[in-house]
């Protein structure tokens, strides 16, 4: 049976250069990068040239890097490390409506020690409008986060015209750019943002690393209390099998952008073109401004889940909204502050492309997924009663 990986937003295999350039980090070069042996310092070398080039690739400098677990714990070291650092400054965040829950529910925690949070509504694409977000800033603002490319519908947000608004107000931006790596820029001087969030695995990079950009200057209180590691930013011993490649991951992606992007969108366009021939089927996320590998669509009359199984059973690998809310049958709070009625938001599936995606998979999912569709709606009753005004 065919196996079709459409879920790359979930995660992305490994790259086997990528593997190749971790593999002596997992056999010889096992030193403790902390450690003053020769052991130590032949890895500490290798660890502050993958700084340097992921400092590179972002426009920065490599103290700005600090290396995390992952992206959650970016965004969380970005969110509660600066506003705990700041709390004597003031105590207002701002967020929006359709961040990743890394960031959400790092907001709800803040607000229980006193901080306040606003969240952001977006339009019906999943955009935040910049004004709105000038608009919220208070004398007591401390930092506002804006995901880059949205994760469930893909919509990529106008980051440099919201940097501009909290340059000007002196606030920091904080960004959610794990989605986007690949696709699109990264430089964070064009982006105008204060922290950026990276994870690994998003990128065809091993599980278990990610990055914290933090602009110069900025406090950042720690989370992990231990050693010294990261500028005293991050305690623990470094992941650095996994550091390692997550930079060469980066310089993959970034060396291979334009081709990736060019199919990506491509073969993106067709399978939504395909989707949105059937009837009773919308696409969610903005038509242009969105990721090149993100599908995000709403079958109306159905549930979501159960046409995620019927495709499974064809050997087809999507998700419905993210992975760490699927499994519960809440309707994606991304959808729901579009907009989308909940049964509709019921109803969507995202399919996330990825590098390897070929056009054959693409018309094989187009073939499948009307099939699965009528049958599920032929066994719906809002569907029989569809054609009687129901
Ligand atoms: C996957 C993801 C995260 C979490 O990253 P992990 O490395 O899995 O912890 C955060 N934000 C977005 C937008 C993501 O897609």
């Known amino acids: 049976m065919e196996r079709i990986y459409l879920d790359h937003g979930a995660t992305t295999p490994l790259d086997p250069r990528v593997l190749e350039a971790m593999i002596p980090f997992l056999k010889e070069d096992f030193g403790n990068p902390s450690s003053l ?26 103290e700005e890097i600090i290396f995390t677990s992952g992206g959650t714990e970016a965004d969380n070291l970005a969110l509660g490390g600066v506003v705990r650092a700041l709390r ?5 965040i701002i967020t929006t409506a359709v961040e990743h829950h890394a960031v959400l529910d790092t907001c ?4 229980k020690e006193g901080f ?27 930092l506002v986060s804006v995901i880059y490319g949205n994760n469930e519908v893909g919509t990529v947000q106008p980051l440099e015209e919201i940097g501009q608004i909290t340059r000007e107000k002196g606030v920091l931006l904080h960004t959610d750019a794990v989605q986007t790596v690949g696709n699109l820029p990264l430089e964070v001087e064009k982006l105008q943002v204060d922290l950026l969030a990276l994870s690994a695995h998003k990128f065809y990079g091993p599980k278990g690393a990610g990055i914290l950009y933090c602009r110069q200057g900025i406090e950042i209180d720690r989370m992990l209390y231990g050693g010294g590691q990261e500028r005293g930013r991050r305690a623990g011993t470094e ?17 291979e952008k334009e081709e990736n992007t060019r199919r990506m969108e491509k073969l993106r366009d067709k399978l939504i073109e395909g989707l949105l021939s059937m009837e009773d089927v919308y696409l969610n996320g ?24 019927s495709l499974d059973y064809k050997g087809i690998a999507a998700s419905s909204g993210s992975a760490c809310s699927s499994g519960s049958m809440e309707p994606s709070h991304v959808l729901l502050a579009m907009g989308i009625p ?13 590098r390897h995606t070929t056009e054959e998979e693409i018309d094989y999912v187009l073939e499948v997924v009307p099939e699965a569709v009528q049958k599920l709606r032929d066994m719906s009753s809002i569907y029989q009663g569809k054609g009687e005004g129901k």
């Open 108 to 111: 709800t925690a803040l607000k």
């Open 286 to 309: 903005h038509p242009t401004r969105r990721l090149a590998g993100n599908v995000n669509a709403s079958f109306e009359y159905i549930e979501g889940e159960a046409l995620l199984l």
């Open 37 to 62: 042996h020769f052991f130590g310092r032949e890895v500490k070398k290798q660890l502050e040239e993958a700084r340097e080039k992921v400092a590179g690739i972002l426009g920065a400098e490599p």
């Open 116 to 142: 306040d949070i606003t969240i952001l509504p977006v339009d019906c694409y999943g955009m935040v409008e910049p004004q709105h977000v000038k608009e919220a800033i208070r004398e007591d603002t401390l």
């Open 342 to 354: 909940e049964q509709t938001a019921h109803g969507s599936v995202r399919f996330t492309l990825g």
């Open 239 to 255: 992941n650095v099998p996994g550091i390692i490649g997550m930079a060469r991951a980066m310089e993959i992606a970034v060396e």
């Open 88 to 92: 004597e400054k003031g105590k207002h």
